[in-house]
């Protein structure tokens, strides 16, 4: 199968009628016990994810159950007009990921947060020529981000890459399991819904996102201001990683091909700059990121 932005490889198995997933992640790069761990409570939790049908943690191999081959960004590039009901699914399983008590895994902490905000300064500004204030950035996100915790306390389990490439459809649009999960962290509930709305992958609409954005306050119950502040803020912070990584997998890990994703997510990371709730973050990339790049969704890359 393709591979993804990390060192992991999948291939397909067949014995006879029998059909299974390999991962094989190989160390020092990769540690598939995070994997085997969030698999488990997933699993224990009523959240569809792969059967665990062998592992050798050691060498980084585990063999999975095969959940089939109907991708949600590829069953949607094929049957577009069942967009609003297989998002609507995708939001449901959120809520009911949402409802339990979080799992045992780490907080998304303010520290964890600036690391990944600092990919961005460390690759990408490089990357255009630009000197940059690197600490003003930090301290621009501060505020931002301050405000954010006390809300995410006791928090929810956040996937941090749920995305229509991670999901499949299994059978009918409602029945859906989960891949790439590995990174799961205790945080806010916003974080995983801007990773699926606003993702950096697939187009998704701003009325589609508008729709599905009010599909989950109202079936989570939440304030629908602060929320919104809140969905802009980490969808700020996460797509100014992503622009980071992905200018990283190219440079580090010559994988040049995420490049044609920058223009999406930098139009979407201004987006979420312009809300109230980003203002100093904002007042930064006025300073530091030229007009003409920000114009060009992010400029031009030497791929």
């Known amino acids: 199968m393709p591979g993804d932005a990390s060192f992991r490889r999948y291939e397909r198995l067949s014995l006879g009628d029998a059909r299974a997933m390999l991962m094989d992640a190989p160390p020092p790069q990769e540690d598939v016990g995070p994997f085997l761990r969030v698999a488990r409570w997933l699993d224990a939790n009523g959240i569809r994810v792969p059967e665990i049908l062998a592992e050798d943690e050691a ?9 089939g081959k109907a991708r949600m ?5 094929q049957w577009p007009d069942d967009e609003v009901e297989v998002y609507r699914a995708a939001v449901d399983t959120l809520v009911r990921l949402h409802q339990l008590p979080p799992g045992p895994f780490l907080d998304y902490s303010m520290s964890e947060y600036q690391r990944e905000l600092g990919l961005f300064t460390e690759w990408y500004c490089p990357a255009q020529g630009l000197q940059v204030d ?20 006791s928090g929810v389990t956040v996937l941090r890459d749920y995305h229509a490439e991670n999901i499949m459809l299994m059978g009918t649009l409602q029945k ?22 606003q993702d950096a992958r697939r187009d998704v609409s701003q009325e589609i996102e ?7 306050r109202e ?15 980490l969808g700020a912070q996460r797509n100014a990683k992503i622009v980071g990584i992905f200018v990283r997998l190219w440079r580090r890990d010559g994988k040049p091909r995420y490049l044609e994703m920058i223009p999406r997510v930098w139009k979407l990371l201004e987006r979420d700059l312009s809300h109230p709730a980003l203002a100093p973050v904002a007042d930064w990339f006025d300073r530091n990121i030229p007009r003409t790049l920000r114009e060009a969704s992010g400029g031009s890359f030497d791929a």
């Open 210 to 216: 508008a729709v599905m954005f009010d599909h989950y």
């Open 176 to 197: 859906q399991g989960l891949l790439d999960f590995q990174d799961a962290l205790v945080g806010h509930p916003a974080y995983d819904l801007v990773s699926l709305l």
């Open 134 to 153: 690197v600490e003003g950035y930090k301290a621009a996100w501060l505020p931002v981000l301050g405000s954010v915790l006390p809300r995410q306390r």
């Open 73 to 77: 960004r590829d069953y949607l590039d």
């Open 219 to 233: 079936q989570a119950g939440v304030d629908g201001a602060e929320f919104l502040a809140d969905y802009a803020r």
């Open 59 to 67: 060498r980084g191999l585990i063999l999975l159950e095969d959940l």
